[in-house]
């Protein structure tokens, strides 16, 4: 999509807008009721709508806040990143290389590859069991799930595949796991941002209306933060992963017209 496509979209009407606010709320409160979900949510219903792009574009800064926020604690996160640096390398690596080969996510193969990746994450949230890495595999296969995460992220605009379901598999203790998704998540967010600047396929008016959907994630997470402390996690994680199946099967199915 070009810069002056995404520039037209940005001048898209109150209702678009509170719908977009809506989608970020409603991410951020999955996000602070399980640790994730809110590039996958935002991109997966934002592109109902929108080119892949734009959604990519507009969850930025929402994405990067909110995952820099999930950073602490700040004492632990120089050991945790020394361990995981190859993968985050890999990461940024895989990002870049990605949206030079194949440019921004944009088109119906964009959506159609949104739509198969949101399948391939619930069945494995709702089937999948952690797997278990020894120690000795970490430095060769950490830079290939960050190498294949940000080849993922380069073409779909999320990147939670297949990275958690790698550091998950490194049984980390619950609060460093939700730090290294944060580390992951962050990275992720940097690398895709400079994806897109690098396809002019982020423009001012999308920045700015990147920063003013800050606003809603946060007051989602914070809502789902709440929410975590009066509603039994794997409840909301099942209605959750069953959901973006869903979702992600209309998508392939709208693109491919079956």
Known sequence: MSNTELVAFSGQGIAVWAF???VFTLAGTVKGVIGLGLPTLSM????????PAAAAALLIVPSLVTNVWQLQPWATLRRLTRRLGLMQAGIVAGTLVGAWCLGAPAGAEASVALGVCLICYATWGLLGRPLKIPASHERWLGPLAGLVTGGITAVTGVFVLPAVVYLQSLELSRDELIQAMGLSFTTSTVALGLALAGQDSYST???GASLVMLV???AGMALGQWVRMRLPVPVFRHFFFAGLALLGAYM??????L
Not at 46 to 51: E, G, I, K
Request: proline content about 13%.
């Open 20 to 22: 977009v606010a809506a």
């Open 44 to 51: 997966a219903l934002l592109a109902v709508w929108m080119p």
């Open 205 to 207: 008016p999308l920045l």
């Open 216 to 218: 809603p994630a946060i």
């Open 252 to 257: 392939v199915l709208r693109e491919l017209r």
